[in-house]
């Protein structure tokens, strides 16, 4: 496997997730915010975090350069939450997601993680646009994809999932031409 980069903003490195990172998915994967907001993904436990870091997050590395990233803040190294850019099977295109524990919420880190995602999303994976989805009730979310750029475009529902999603947008050419 090769070596995959990490990247910093201000106040956090952001890691390509590992093996060494089940413990903390186990823990996020079950809060009240992540399974309403995302959906249980059934890992209760370290050797089902392990086998979902192994089949799930670290091939889309290998295949695309990027993926999921874990948060963890720089002055005292513990861990806040997860941010990434992810094919995801349904969406044409790569979408970026981000989750914090309720602990960290609401201090910027999903907006500072987020723009680094969306500053590599353009000038170092040469993405053309980047897309998100988050359910109709996810106001917050829905709020920090608005002061990223992100733009609504329609409800969409993934196959094999009931919830209807909001799913938006960001157009790197039309942001340059809105910028100049």
Not at 32 to 52: K, L, M
Not at 74 to 84: A, E, M, N, R
Not at 113 to 135: C, D, G, N, P
Request: aromatic content about 8%; overall charge negative.
């Amino acid at each position: 496997m090769k070596k995959l980069d990490s990247f910093e903003t201000e106040r956090l490195l952001l890691k390509p997730v590992g093996k060494e990172d089940a413990a903390f998915i186990v823990e996020m994967f079950n809060t009240p915010q992540w399974i309403n907001n995302i959906g249980d993904r059934n890992v209760h436990s370290i050797e089902e975090a392990e086998a979902y870091i192994e089949i799930k997050m670290r091939p889309q590395f290998e295949r695309l350069g990027f993926g999921n990233y874990i948060m963890i803040r720089k002055s005292d190294g513990i861990k806040l939450g997860s941010c990434g850019l992810y094919d995801r099977e349904g969406l044409d295109g790569i979408d970026i997601g981000y989750a914090l524990m309720p602990q960290f919420e609401r201090q910027g880190y999903a907006i500072e993680a987020a723009s680094k995602m969306l500053e590599l999303a353009e000038h170092h994976f040469s993405l053309q646009e980047v897309l998100a989805i988050t359910t109709p009730e996810n106001i917050p979310s829905q709020k920090v994809l608005a002061k990223l750029g992100l733009e609504f475009v329609r409800t969409i529902q993934l196959a094999n999932d009931v919830k209807e999603l909001n799913l938006y947008q960001l157009c790197f050419s039309k942001k340059r031409a809105a910028d100049a």
